[in-house]
């Protein structure tokens, strides 16, 4: 088995960066509280050069170092910092896993372990595969350093023990930040380390020094037996590290896609232009992390921290998976304009659920049409326009009013585009709606065509294509003449002329209990003199006549 090791020794101090990318230059530090007492965490390499170093106050690094730069460590940003290494390793191997937390000396490191083994077929070797692990980390703004190894432990002591050594080399010299060890020299790579390395625990660490051990090969020339029986069993786990004994289970394959990214704001922010400025940063460092994932966006969820200690969650879907930034950022600022934050905002949190991101296949023949990625953008501007209330897709009312529907979200299908797409529609009986008139009007299931085996301008009844109704909506006014209670004669903007045939009335009611619900209307089916079949219907309520609809 093959491990890698990718180790950055700074993590809150790359995490800080990595979110405000402008303090790079500037004496920075990080410390791990407010007050004067606070201790300093880490430092930028501004800071060190003016003689900052770590575990100081942060009362003594004001007085070394001028217009110093002081950030608290941020939970949020270290812990998605931790997430984009996981992000990194994950995009040059299947298996990775992050490493535990360290304590004591390396409390400020972060560290991801990787499957390197049978990376032959894709590099020309080991190094070769730590060069670009390491460049991908440096490109997510988190360098470090790698290293390499048949176990986890082994290639985290030498991650360690090269970010130390790289730390001290000079200014002006060129820092080594890949590390391979070939089973046969680890003995002797460990053996030099100071004990230090192992991150013993306090107890642990002060009798080490006691007994004048200082380094791994102290530790290891002493029997097992007469260590643990002085110092107790939790020496034995520092010898199975140092020799690389202890037992690992292989790395897994995540499983999870959700990923996340927040920033806690220095003052609350209580207006849109620079929320937005926000989540302009948020959103780079969230499709960063998607493309090194291979996997795109199919749901936002935006969390905001107020500043009377509130919180609201909202959630944005798309229509299909994506990694552009720009789609993201506009439903975000579409999402946040149409309903405003209640208050202040001092905190902001953006995750999203993640899925293997599909590539588009083109027609050979057909141009390619618009990226159905532009529908979520295109949504959310005509619900931000007309009210989220009125943009989705119409869906039927169990209701005897013939007009009755509802909207829910639009969730398009996207089905492959085939010749015989148009004729998967399939034909409706004559004179009957396209839509459920079975279920508005029972005594019009069972209607025979107007004319039967007649023929008008070409149109077969019986034999010929079968129709449905077009509606109007709303519907056209017409002035019609009665002759015995029946249609004969219509002038509309549709049609105007004798009319040949008509069936019906059918006449629909109901909500008589209410003023506003009540309806009353008789439909009719007329066939015109120029060939036009139409759907008349008179209102009741109203006391007119209207073209509720065509037959094609």
Known sequence: ???????????????????????????????????????????????????????????????????????????????????????????????????????????????????????????????SFASVLLARAEGAALPGVVALASSRSIARLAARHLAHRSGEVLKGEALETIQILTPENERAYLSPMAIDFLDPNDHTAEALTRFGIY?????????????????????????????????????????????????????????????????RGLVSRLTHRLKLRSIGCVSLCLELSFENGGRENRRIGMARPTQDGRILLRLLRLEVESNPPITAIEGISLSCEGVPYSREQLDFIRPRGPSPSELDETLAELSALCGPERVGSPALLDDHRPDAFTLKPFAPKFLPATPNRRNRVKAKAPMQSKSTRSRHHPARTHQT????????????????????????????????????????????????????????????????????????????????????????????????????????
């Open 449 to 552: 065509p107007l004319v039967e085996g007649h023929s008008s301008q070409g149109k077969d009844f019986s034999e010929g294509p079968k129709l449905v109704l077009r509606a109007f909506r709303p519907p056209l006014r017409a002035e019609v003449r009665t002759e015995a209670g029946k249609p004969v004669f219509v002038r509309s903007t549709i049609s105007r002329g004798v009319i040949l045939r008509s069936a019906g009335p059918w006449r629909t009611t109901g909500g008589w209990w209410s003023e506003s619900s009540h309806f009353a209307v008789d439909h009719y089916d007329i066939q015109m003199a120029d060939g036009a079949v139409l759907r008349l219907c008179f209102d009741w309520k109203q006391k007119q006549w209207q073209v509720d609809g065509v037959y094609d």
């Open 1 to 127: 088995m093959r491990i890698a090791c990718l180790l950055v020794p700074d993590l809150p101090l790359r995490a800080e960066l990595r979110a405000n990318p402008d303090l790079a230059n500037e004496p920075l530090v990080i410390t791990d509280g407010t007050g004067p007492r606070a201790a300093i965490l880490t430092a930028s390499p501004r800071a060190l050069e003016e003689g900052v170093r770590e575990g100081i106050s942060l009362t003594q690094a004001r007085a070394l170092a001028r217009n110093l730069v002081v950030r608290i460590a941020s939970p949020a940003l270290e812990q998605a910092a931790r997430e984009t290494l996981l992000d990194v390793a994950l995009s040059v191997a299947p298996r990775a896993e992050p490493a535990g937390r360290s304590s004591g000396l390396f409390v400020s490191e972060g560290a991801v372990y990787v499957d390197a083994s049978g990376i032959d077929s894709l590099h020309e070797n080991e190094r």
């Open 215 to 279: 380094r791994i090969q102290d530790l290891l020339r002493l029997p097992r037996r007469d260590l643990a029986a002085r110092l107790g069993p939790e020496i034995l786990d520092l010898i199975k590290r140092a020799r690389g004994e202890a037992m690992e289970r292989p790395l897994p394959i995540p499983k999870n896609h959700r990923l996340e990214e927040g920033f806690d704001l220095e003052a609350p922010i209580s207006n849109i232009e620079p929320l937005a400025f926000v989540f």
